[in-house]
């Protein structure tokens, strides 16, 4: 690719080899280490890389102590290259410290990969425009222009960022091909389709593809071999049927008069590669007009026909709290919403709350993956992986993301898209100069004018009442200090009482001056108080009540069931009022059911409670909401996993007697099953996050633990091992200073499961060393065989299957004395597979065999499916290779269907041994490709393990 600037400039290849040039003369970029240092900055697109994401991509596993000096010794010898006149003080322009990171700057630099995005964009709206001719053209530049990223840097082979290249380019083929058949050009590319075909002979897509290339030739015959041959494979290869893919194809030879094109998904694609299916609509609902703020419309408005080149388009709305940030930059993206035709998200970033504080970033990216179909077991586990995913998924698109009340710059950055195409709407309190800094377009809303003020009121209360008091208008105004959330509240007082004269209302507002401690943002301050105790004054004494109680609760938002239980009422007593706070403007509905609050008013609820209910009243309200979640949690905990035993834990005593019946802390329904249980974790687990700092902070210990044993399973499916570990950490000091040795010890086994999870192997082992003495200590035979199998499991993590066995069979024989079912079905089968990792084969498919019948008679599937894997990895011990696959197939097609994609693909890496030792090697190629693509996208370390397979077995011939 030639530059387009001076012969002087910089440019930079990374598809393919990682090359660097200023004019016409190679730079040298150094050994592998460092040519993957730029190569990954360079994949990021302008946005920071963080130190800890270079150190892991450099050493996937055991990085060294010294892995941050080396990252920084390769950026300075990559700033000495691009910037060799540089002083050697003086801070770099090209290669930046961005907080914890480093950033490469891709202006002055031109980057072949910034190329790619803009062409593979391009070809996707050209596709969306139905272009085809178009399509044609810019996908052939994308191919030419196409080699596999970072080529000669194995160690970031299969890295997330490369691999959404990957998947985009795998797109474009399908895109062209398409193009071709469509414009009568299928010759052109029969060649290309049938090498790809030809390569992955069970790859149905590739396959149907190739058969419509056929048709469109009018090559039916050719069509129908295809489809044939294909299907014997399948049948003998894998033992399954051809699937949609290949029978829709089918069924286009059959019937002729039928479109030759459908759309087409790369087997390989990660979950980027394809449109996604679902569009998100986030935006809050757009119900208020928006008075004055013409001057700023006119602006957002120009900035809308302003190219920004290959960077999304920033806007930051700040100004102090309450003067309408959040009411403009929803009208104005309610507005423009028709221009990003792929989706509207919005995220409150909670920046200011004064009770739950700014929400991480992790938890909106979570989000957003959710929003486009990204299930958790498909989510990568790190921060920057689940950016990357996030930032692939925006490639190409056009989605206007709305960011609401954040702290500062630090927490927008991760959310940001990494490509043009995008729109990004942040409103904060603080001038955000970071992102300015970056190339945001900043809007800061002042006060309005006393023309403007005027206009919202009259918008609200109408136009007759304003003009007939010109002189209490203009007092109103000024009491407000123009300041729009001031306006809105004092509008709703008038409205209420329509009969009030406007004279009275400005009269009170002088008098009442003072009532209201001040809010204040930086060095600005508003007294506002007088203006939200109108409202308050104005509720029913219950309502009132209720609403000082929101104050305790800790956010973001709240149901009706929990509203029930902070006020102690039934269910449909709680209802009336929370309508009568929504109608008052104290609350908002944002969902059914749901309701939150701006953070004055929460502050000021919590105020209010602190004033009017004495501390014992409060307290038993907090216990009250806390003893909901509690009994929430653990029925939803109970659906999620039935088997699951606590071990000795004493029952939670009862709350005292003014905080609340059971019969009003169920007034809830309870999750009915599974599939609600996990909607009502997700719903709240913000909420429950925010709840256990909260009851930490009131010295609810028990109920700490609790609901962080309750959270385990959830967390473990929803791959949160980072928010699990911190939690069993708070539930463990909560443990301490109870000084319960059955919660201490629990809370061991929860720490012990995350830290395995994460790799942590020696910490879940110290973990799991302390349960143990716990468990023999309270002579608690069920929870010291819990633990005894998360040993079993540590020990043969580390190859010690000896000890494993004897950890297992301690396990068996502890569960046996206690007469616990479900766990000497677990234990069974583990004493089996250590047999088979010790080469008893014939003695582990005795004792699996057991287990899966125990497994069946007891309806527990979890424990069937593993079962079932373990009798396959001791068929495929004795060299039965046939019964094996049918196990390992059984146990995938169990775990799939209970979306543990973790447990699926290890099953498909044993699969696919058992099928590679039957010398089956393009099944066992296949097998392993699955479990790759699922691992990659859990962001596992095992990952490496099979990609080693791929990488050592041999080459089909072609």
Wanted: charged letters at 25%.
């Amino acid at each position: 690719m030639e530059p387009n600037h001076a012969s002087e400039g910089l440019r930079l290849n990374v598809l393919g080899r990682v090359r660097l040039w200023r004019g016409t003369t190679e730079l040298p970029t150094g050994p592998p280490q460092r040519r993957a240092v730029l190569g990954l900055l360079a994949l990021a697109e302008g946005q920071p890389v963080g130190r800890d994401e270079l150190v892991d991509a450099l050493w996937p596993t055991d990085a060294p102590s010294s892995g941050t000096n080396v990252i920084q010794t390769h950026v300075k010898h990559l700033r000495q290259v691009l910037e060799p006149g540089r002083p050697t003080r003086a801070a770099s322009h090209l290669l930046p410290s961005v907080g914890t990171g480093y950033r490469l700057a891709p202006d002055p630099i031109t980057i072949d990969v910034l190329r790619f995005r803009r062409l593979v964009a391009e070809a996707r709206t050209a596709r969306g425009d139905d272009d085809q001719t178009r399509v044609w053209q810019v996908t052939g530049e994308v191919l030419r222009l196409w080699q596999p990223p970072l080529a000669d840097v194995p160690v970031l082979a299969g890295h997330p960022r490369t691999a959404s290249l990957t998947a985009e380019a795998q797109l474009v083929l399908s895109w062209r091909v398409d193009a071709a058949i469509r414009a009568g050009r299928a010759e052109e590319v029969l060649a290309l389709v049938h090498e790809r075909a030809e390569s992955r002979p069970l790859d149905e897509q590739a396959q149907a593809q190739l058969m419509r290339c056929f048709v469109a030739l009018g090559r039916r015959a050719d069509a129908f071999a295809v489809f044939d041959l294909t299907r014997k494979r399948l049948a003998a290869e894998l033992g399954v049927d051809p699937g949609s893919v290949l029978t829709d194809a089918h069924q286009d030879l059959l019937a002729p008069h039928r479109p030759a094109i459908v759309a087409y998904q790369p087997a390989e694609a990660a979950p980027v590669a394809d449109p996604a299916p679902v569009v998100p609509a986030q935006l809050p609902p757009d119900q208020v007009a928006v008075a004055g703020r013409a001057e700023q419309l006119r602006r957002l408005a120009e900035l809308m026909t302003t190219e920004v080149g290959n960077r999304p388009t920033v806007v930051t709305m700040t100004g102090t709290a309450g003067v309408g940030k959040t009411t403009l930059a929803v009208h104005w993206a309610h507005q423009i919403a028709d221009r990003f035709p792929d989706g509207q998200l919005y995220a409150d970033l909670g920046g200011f709350d004064a009770s739950a504080g700014p929400v991480r970033p992790d938890e909106v990216v979570r989000g957003f993956l959710d929003a486009f179909g990204v299930g958790p077991t498909r989510a990568p586990v790190s921060l920057m992986a689940q950016v990357g995913l996030y930032r692939s998924l925006l490639a190409g698109r056009r989605v206007l993301i709305l960011l609401d009340n954040a702290r500062g710059a630090d927490q927008v950055r991760p959310l940001l898209p990494g490509s043009a195409g995008c729109l990004v709407i942040v409103t904060s309190r603080n001038e955000l100069a970071g992102l300015v800094a970056g190339g945001a377009f900043p809007l800061n809303l002042g006060l309005m004018t006393g023309t403007e003020a005027r206009q919202m009121l009259a918008g609200r209360i109408g136009p007759q009442r304003v003009a007939a008091a010109p002189d209490a208008v203009d007092q109103i105004v000024g009491a407000c200090a123009r300041l729009p959330l001031a306006l809105a509240i004092v509008a709703a007082r008038a409205s209420a009482q329509p009969r009030f004269l406007l004279e009275s209302l400005a009269r009170e507002l002088r008098e009442s001056s003072g009532d209201l401690a001040v809010f204040s943002d930086d060095d600005e301050a508003f007294d506002v108080r007088s203006v939200f105790s109108w409202s308050y004054r104005l509720l029913s004494g219950e309502a009132a009540a209720l609403f000082r109680l929101i104050g305790l609760h800790p956010g973001p938002d709240l149901s009706a069931a929990a509203a029930a239980a902070l006020a102690g009422v039934p269910l449909g007593q709680v209802r009336p009022l929370l309508a009568q706070l929504a109608r008052a403007h104290l609350l908002v509905e944002h969902r059914p059911g749901r309701y939150g609050c701006h953070d004055l008013l929460r502050a000021y609820a919590a105020e209010l409670a602190r004033i009017a209910d004495p501390e014992p009243a409060r307290r038993a309200a907090l216990h009250r909401v806390i003893d909901h979640y509690v009994d929430m949690a653990a029925s939803a905990d109970r659906m999620i996993s039935p088997y699951r035993h606590p071990g000795l834990v004493p029952a939670r005593p009862p709350s005292a007697p003014d905080g609340g019946s059971p019969t009003q802390r169920a007034a809830a329904d309870r999750p009915a099953d599974a599939e609600a249980a996990l909607g009502w974790f997700t719903t709240e687990y913000a909420v429950l996050l925010a709840l256990i700092d909260r009851a930490v902070a009131a010295g609810f210990d028990r109920e700490v633990c609790e609901l962080a044993w309750h959270l385990v399973a959830f967390m473990d499916r929803r791959a949160s091992w980072h928010d699990q570990a911190a939690v069993q950490r708070t539930a463990l000091a909560a443990a301490g200073r109870l000084g319960d040795r059955p919660l201490e010890a629990r809370a061991h086994r929860g720490l012990a499961q995350a830290y395995s999870r994460l790799g942590r192997h020696d910490d879940a082992g110290r973990e799991l060393r302390r349960a143990l003495r716990r468990y023999e200590e309270l002579a608690d035979d069920v929870g010291q065989a819990n633990t005894e199998m998360s040993l079993a499991d540590s020990c043969e993590r580390r190859g010690r299957y000896r000890d494993a066995l004897g950890h297992a069979e301690r396990a068996l024989a502890l569960y046996g004395r206690a007469g616990y079912r479900p766990g000497q079905a677990n234990a069974l089968n583990a004493v089996g597979w250590c047999h088979t990792l010790l080469g008893d084969h014939e003695r582990a498919f005795t004792y699996c065999s057991r287990a899966l019948r125990q497994h069946q008679l007891l309806g527990d599937r979890r424990g069937a499916a593993d079962s079932w894997d373990s009798i396959a990895h001791a068929n495929h011990g004795l060299g039965r290779h046939r019964p094996a696959v049918y196990c390992f197939e059984q146990a995938v097609g169990m775990f799939r269907e209970m979306g543990d994609r973790f447990a699926e693909a290890v099953s498909l890496t044993r699969l696919g041994d058992t099928r590679a030792a039957a010398g089956d090697g393009p099944a066992a190629q296949a097998d392993w490709s699955a479990a790759l693509a699922i691992l990659t996208e859990l962001d596992h370390p095992r990952a490496a393990e099979v990609r080693a397979r791929l990488a050592d077995a041999p080459r089909s011939p072609a």
